[in-house]
């Protein structure tokens, strides 16, 4: 244990000191360490903590034996009865008090038995704290207890006091990071008179440890770590004890690596301070608990931060925004603080400039342009889920890009692999995951999924449409639920021999074209047009690229896969029959020119419609659609400039 935190003193001999690590101790050995342990415990006039870390058997209505001799088929009488030493080590006079921790299968049946605590040599008169790693009668995994225990002494439980000791938030805490066994407790004090508490470790992210420096957990836990190999820092704990420290070291000692971190770590504290204050004085009086984890998942933090943080405050989010970021580029280094602060100005007082504080703030640390943008991606921040099938240029799809955006800008990605198996079994699998794990987010942030885009390759475009997978549970088709938007994978990932510009350049045209041109529909193709791939060839060849949405009335006998791949380079929006031809293709045409701008909303009406029993004309229709959110998200993805939302029509925002 670290002796800052717990206050300990390693009491053993030799090399090893107090830790006694074996396959083949034997009993003897093990009982003579505890007896030397107790010794001086006594000595020292302080309680004892003891940690049983292996394999155990017995529980399940009997007692708890540790295994010491290598084996757990070897009999009982080699190996340790734990409740008896238990009972006997917190009988024992001088110790101020004993703390077990016990880490083994059937944990729990490591509890003395009542005789041992009110009639031993102490009469009653002892204290005992027990942790045990499982149930009597269920068996434990990995250390679990081990781990996640050493993890808050060096962490710290927002819950708790200033103490960490075996109680309920301790355990309540343990009980959500493990779930494969069933932690427990178990406290005894009948001390006739007062000895304070036991406790393991103090907790860096207590209220009183916090108000004294005004940091949060997770810079008491930065700071704490980067003084540890330090001399003469013992009780720092503040930015301003900290910035005293450093001003009173000699020069020489300033160029020591290890000074030098803390020296940049100071100059963070400083960045977190200003921050809380502008941002207190801004949005003070407005910010909850609920709002600061909006805002946090709007800027990308981590499911730890949002999810598990038990009671987020503003501080706890600007020093994760801060302290947690790459230092490989200046402008990297303050990203998700922008983020931060963009989401929580769109959530506080969307639509509106930003405060004279902020704007104030942002110019002073060189991100006024960084935080306008943001602001402006976020404008409507309409969530919506965008789904690759990327095939990596094979005739398989290999995995599912999912990116979550809030208006247009991207807050989270993830990947899902496309298992070995079926096709389309694989890809639904994927899909799935990844619709999940976008809800995981929306739940955190108090939104609904509605808008779901999926880009898919050409060869996928023969198939089904993505509204008909039967995704959601592998039984409810996509577009049921959702409002399915179809995207050609093109401007991610282009066909062979055509260049990632090339199509970026086609997409800008098609949106430029759809903005000057009085156009109430797509340029219909015969099936005269579509009689040849060459003849096709030959007619794009004459038609600016991206000049229209191509629109096949009745689909050709052959070829129209290639023909397929042919249209959408040219311009990367398209409409087909659904099932290969239409009943009715004037009325179609004339349906579709009637709805124009309001599609593709009307489509994923349509389907929806059909699917409840009320066909019409628009549900016959497939599209790839292509609109200012798809050619900003490619952009984007290549790296490139983007033309902002305000700039194009309301007809391709929508």
Known sequence: MNPDLGACLDRGEGESGSLLVGTALGRTAVQNAITTAVGRARADGGPLILALLGHGIGGCGGPLYFVTSGGTKDGETHQLHVPSVIGTVA?????????????????????????????????????????????????????NLSVQLAELLETGVSTAGEFLAVD????????????????????????????????????????????????????CERLHKLLSPLEETHGISSREQLTDWLGGLEPERLGHPAVQRVAEFARDLS??????????????????????????????????????????????????????????????????????????????????????????????SGVSSALNSRVIELRGATPRLVLVAADDGGEDVVRVEASLLFGSAVVHTAEFPCEAGPARGALGAALEEARLWALSWLTAAGEGLVAVDVSIP???????????WKVVRGRRMLGVDYDVTTRWSGLLTPPSGVLLDEMLDAGSRLLSSLQSRARCGPSWLSLDDLSSVEKLQQMLGRRRAGGCVWGVGALPEKDFDLMLEELLIHSPALIWPRHGGVCDARALQDEVAEHWDSLPEKLQRAFQEQMEGDPG?????????????????????AGRAVVAPQDVTPKEQA
Not at 339 to 344: N, Q
């Open 271 to 364: 960045v977190c301070a200003v921050a809380v204050t502008v941002l207190e004085e801004t949005f003070g009086e407005t910010l909850t608990d609920d709002l600061l984890r909006k805002a946090a998942v709007r800027a990308g933090f981590p499911t730890e931060v949002v999810v598990r943080l038990h009671c987020p405050s503003l501080r706890d989010m600007v020093e994760y925004a801060v302290l947690c970021q790459s230092a490989v580029a200046p402008a990297g280094r303050s990203r998700t603080l922008v983020h931060f602060v963009a989401a929580l100005a769109h959530l506080i007082s969307p639509g509106e400039g930003l405060p004279q504080q902020l704007a104030v703030w942002a110019s002073r």
């Open 168 to 219: 309920e938030p301790l355990i309540k805490e343990l009980r959500t990071r493990i779930h494969t066994q069933e932690p427990g407790g178990f406290m005894f004090d009948g001390a006739p008179t007062s000895g304070g508490s036991l406790w393991l470790a103090h907790n860096v992210r207590s209220a009183s440890r916090r108000a004294a420096g005004a940091l949060g957990g997770l810079a």
């Open 617 to 637: 004309h628009l549900a016959d229709i497939r599209t790839t659609w292509h609109d200012a959110h798809w050619q900003d998200f490619c952009q984007r993805r």
């Open 91 to 143: 009988n024992e006079t001088g110790p101020n008090g004993l703390i077990a921790v016990i880490d083994t299968c059937h944990a729990a049946a490591a509890l003395p038995d009542q005789q041992s605590a009110t009639a031993g040599l102490q009469q009653g008169g002892l204290r005992l704290s027990l942790l045990f790693a499982a149930s009597a009668h269920l068996p434990a995994w990995h250390m």
């Open 458 to 468: 050409t060869f996928l475009l023969l198939d089904s449409p993505p509204e008909e």
